[in-house]
């Protein structure tokens, strides 16, 4: 029987919020082979210009409970730093990700992460997927501080 799951996870960064979410949203389909090829080993374009409605196929990594998963844009607003998209995987139905990036006074970020699954194996995925997205997040975060040209 398939159940239904959700968590929300909020996560700060010394980066500034455009920064972030150009490395984490807009750009994520070249940037995480990259940084963490343990979790997305490789990624493809499917459909779309980038923006709503644009698909992506990933191949996952050893870290990851599925071998491959589609994420598809659903709405995305840049100059707002906000984003929610759908992943399809084995396992899951539907997962739905929302994803807000705000300024902080400091001149850093906080991102507001809300995701809802639903699937046979949703509850232990969504365990992982929490964790995974706070290890990205900081590891993107990593990345940005040390080269401080990237993604202005």
Known sequence: ???????????????SAPRMFRACVMDW?????????????N???????????????????????????KK??????????????????????TSTWNIKMKPTANGGSVANVECTSKGVQANDMMLKAKESAAEMFKTVEAYLIANPNAYN
């Not at 499917?46 to 409605?53: I, K, L, R, S, Y």
């Open 43 to 69: 990624a493809h374009h499917v459909e779309g210009d980038g923006g709503t409605g644009t698909v992506r196929h990933y191949n996952c990594g050893s870290a990851v409970p599925f071998n491959a998963m």
């Open 1 to 15: 029987m398939a159940s239904t799951n959700s968590w929300t996870h909020e996560l700060e960064s010394k980066v």
């Open 29 to 41: 389909h070249t940037l995480a082979p990259k940084l963490a090829p343990h979790v997305i080993d």
């Open 72 to 93: 598809k844009v659903e709405f995305l607003d840049v100059d707002k730093c906000e984003c929610k998209y759908t992943v399809e995987c084995d396992g899951v139905e």
